[in-house]
């Protein structure tokens, strides 16, 4: 009955954008030292999910396994790199601008846990109603 939710794929995917975007940004900050490094981020959550189709209602397989969807499994994460304003050792990591984007990442990460949680909520109340 209630196996098929979207609002929870997109809590859980929110949640999955934010914990891949906090992996890069630790890295960047790792390497802010690192001659040559450029500073690594994928696209926002928002255009990541306008782009893979959502309102086209398509199926969209994860795996190669899967029967009767669409390949390229439906999130396009792709990392990209930052080759502007690079310092004299070639890197571009200001740690500073990471930090903002680690608070970000953190206010994104606890708003698909409020959604889910606040879903869990209506979820349970609609139960005990009937």
Same mark, same amino acid.
């Given at each position: 009955m209630f196996t098929e939710l979207n609002v929870f794929k997109i809590a859980h995917s929110m949640a999955t954008h934010a914990g891949t975007r906090q992996a890069l940004v630790a890295q960047n900050i790792a390497n802010a030292n690192t001659p040559d490094y450029h500073s690594k981020d994928i696209r926002p959550f928002k255009e990541v999910y306008a782009r893979r189709g959502a309102s086209s209602g398509d199926m969209v397989s994860t795996r190669s396994?899967? =029967?009767?969807?669409?390949?390229?499994?439906?999130?396009d994460w792709a990392i990209t790199s930052d080759d502007t304003g690079a310092g004299p050792n070639g890197n571009n990591v200001s740690v500073e601008d990471e930090i903002l984007k680690g608070v970000e990442v953190?206010?994104?990460h606890d708003r698909a846990l409020?959604?889910?949680?606040s879903s869990m909520n209506v =979820?349970?109340?609609s139960v005990r109603a009937n």
């Open positions: 396994s899967h =029967l009767n969807g669409q390949g390229g499994g439906g999130v953190k206010r994104q409020a959604i889910y949680r =979820l349970r109340t």
